[in-house]
Nanobody
Framework: VQLQASGGGLVQPGGSLRLSCAASRSILGFDDMGWGRQAPGKQRELVASIFRGGSPEYADSVKGRFTISRDNAKNMVYLQMNRLKPEDTAVYYC???????????WGHGTQVTVSS
């Protein structure tokens, strides 16, 4: 499967962005889908995950500000990011995991820059 993230850009602190991830095939078979990010000089970290039949999970740093959702009919996953902070600046990547292989697939990222 190919995962293509889009929707990144430059936004001021306190602003919002909505990231989209388009999968090249049906996402019905994926137990989990989510988003990770990597800032310069830092390791990649998980930001949000959404599970088939389960509740979303978020990194503590984004709880209450980010919302993940998936549209199985459109093969899409979204990340709504509100009240953005400079420390949210990173390349954001979409991921997907079939049963027994969490986060097995990662797509190309989209740059998010939060700066005044």
């Amino acid at each position: 499967v190919q995962l293509q993230a889009s929707g990144g850009g430059l936004v001021q602190p306190g602003g919002s962005l909505r990231l989209s991830c388009a999968a090249s095939r049906s996402i019905l078979g994926f137990d989990d889908m989510g988003w990770g990010r990597q800032a310069p000089g830092k390791q990649r970290e998980l930001v949000a995950s959404i599970f088939r039949g389960g509740s979303p999970e978020y990194a503590d740093s984004v709880k209450g500000r980010f919302t993940i959702s998936r549209d199985n009919a459109k093969n899409m996953v979204y990340l709504q990011m509100n009240r953005l902070k400079p420390e949210d600046t990173a390349v954001y990547y979409c991921n997907a995991g079939p049963p027994g292989r969490p986060r097995a697939y990662w797509g190309h990222g989209t740059q998010v820059t939060v700066s005044s």
